[in-house]
């Protein structure tokens, strides 16, 4: 049977600003990648999101960003290879200590926004977070774009890497993704869920400009702050399920 892992950003509520539908997406996914602080999320929203994701029993990722509160992490920093390590050694370091107090794990490590697009071609900034996870914990799964420079220095470095693909973003013919500031509203959930189902099954997807490339999607993810969300997330999980596909955590999987 075939299998596939769901997962979502959580966690990017910051103060009194609230973003996202974390308790309703935890029902559908099985992984949650959690904002650690620097383009969301802050020290009480991590607790109660880690507190959620284990409630569910979905399996928890450091979402580390660009310090950019501002730009919600979707602007381009010019950062050394150097400063990056630290980022993101200081973001998934302090999601480990709200995991370690609920006697949790953190199962991966999935880059935010312009960070993890910028990593998906630059190697020297690939290459900085595969150490810095490495470094961590040798087990922790990297999540990448097809055909990108941080799946193929994960391969390269022996990291456990997990292929993803998305079902609210238009993807290029390379497998990247097009990078969007603002999520736009869904109107066609149905075709949504089948687009994820063809990309799992047929390993194909139709990009933003027409053309039919190969994908491989081991893990889809879902925005929880794209209008309709849990919709989406609902009508999805029932296509896979009807398709005959399993929906299970990324380290069942890799």
Do not use: W
């Not at 950062?79 to 200590?97: F, H, I, N, S, W």
């Amino acid at each position: 049977m075939l299998k596939v892992d769901l997962n979502c950003d959580m966690g990017e509520s910051f103060g009194l600003y609230e973003l996202g539908n974390d308790e309703e997406m935890m029902q559908y996914i099985t992984s949650a990648n959690i904002a650690c602080g620097f383009h969301a999320g802050d020290p009480h929203v991590m607790r109660k999101t880690v507190e959620l994701a284990k409630k569910y029993e979905v399996g928890i990722g450091a979402h580390p960003g660009f310090p950019d509160l501002l730009g919600f992490g979707r602007r381009f920093m010019t950062c050394t290879p150097a400063e990056v390590k630290d980022y993101v050694m200081y973001q998934v370091g302090a999601l480990r200590e709200f995991c370690a107090s609920a006697k949790v794990n953190i199962q991966h490590c999935k880059p935010h926004g312009a960070l993890f697009m910028k990593a998906a071609e630059d190697k020297a900034l690939a290459r900085a977070i595969l150490e810095t996870l490495h470094n961590i914990d040798p087990e922790m799964i990297i999540f990448a774009l097809n055909q990108s420079e941080l799946f193929e220095e994960a391969i390269k470095m022996g990291v456990p890497v997990a292929k993803e693909a998305y079902s609210d973003r238009e993807h290029t013919e390379s497998g990247s993704i097009v990078l969007t500031r603002k999520g736009t509203a869904i109107t066609d959930y149905e075709a949504m869920a089948q687009r994820v189902v063809q990309m799992v099954k047929e390993e194909r997807v139709i990009t933003h400009d027409g053309k039919d490339a190969p994908i491989k999607a081991e893990t889809i993810c879902i925005h929880g702050d794209t209008p309709g969300a849990p919709i989406l997330a609902k009508t999805i999980v029932e296509a896979l399920k009807m398709s005959g596909v399993e929906i299970v955590p990324i380290r069942k999987i890799i």
